[in-house]
């Protein structure tokens, strides 16, 4: 008689332990994903790097040296809700402070397509965004106009989801496939708003953004001087 009874405790045991296991299953998902911490390191440019960057997104004569460079990797949120590895270069005087503002950007969960750098689509400006792709440094004048350096060129600029967060001005706008997000209502994953956390991010180190510009109005855009 007592087997009996101890059987069915612990059966009974068994079914309440399955049962918090499946109900506690979302707020395991989030602790975990809470669990899978930021990470981003800030070094001097690797020599792969700076081989595949000469010829493509820097050449001699362009504003700032390869030594003045830094490379950050990064963890952000893509598209799909995955953590993933993102690559930028900026100047060596921002790259610190560019990794704590996508820190914040991924404590808030806010998603970024892709993050790679411009010489994956053969430092074209155009071939990058229409990729929606997240990137900085590339040494080429400013809307492809001579002879006004981007700051981009200095490694001193951001574009961030290029397709969600397109440039607009009197010519159309760009990337071409961006069209559907000129209207900035309803704000869908990946769109930048004022006073968003992503603006607050960039704001709280001194960058400014483009959608603040009057017109042309460039939503993509992050820059230490607003240009």
Not at 64 to 72: A, Q
Request: glycine share 8%.
């Amino acid at each position: 008689m007592r087997d009996d009874v101890d059987v069915r405790r612990s059966a009974l045991v068994t079914v309440l332990c399955l049962g918090a296991l499946l109900a506690a299953g979302p707020a395991a998902e989030v602790a975990n994903a809470k669990a899978e911490a930021y990470r981003a390191t800030v070094s001097r440019l690797p020599e792969h790097v700076r081989a595949r960057m000469t010829g493509s997104s820097w050449r001699p004569g362009c504003p700032v040296e390869l030594r003045d460079l830094r490379f950050v990797r990064l963890t952000h949120w893509d598209f799909s809700g995955d953590r993933t590895w993102g690559k930028l270069v900026v100047h060596r005087w921002f790259a610190d402070e560019i990794a704590r503002v996508f820190r914040k950007l991924y404590e808030e969960r806010f998603r970024i397509r892709k993050m790679h750098l411009v010489d994956r689509y053969g430092a074209d400006d155009m071939r990058s965004m229409k990729a929606d792709n997240t990137s900085a440094f590339n040494c080429r004048y400013r809307d492809g106009r001579c002879c006004t350096w981007s700051m981009h060129a200095y490694g001193k600029a951001i574009d961030i989801n290029p397709v969600e967060n397109p440039y607009v001005g009197s010519w159309g706008v760009s990337p071409p496939n961006g069209a559907g997000y000129v209207d900035r209502t309803p704000i869908r994953k990946g769109m930048i708003r004022h006073r968003d956390v992503v603006w607050k991010a960039f704001r709280r180190v001194g960058w400014e953004w483009g959608g603040d510009w009057g017109w042309p109005v460039d939503y993509q855009h992050f820059s230490v001087n607003g240009r």
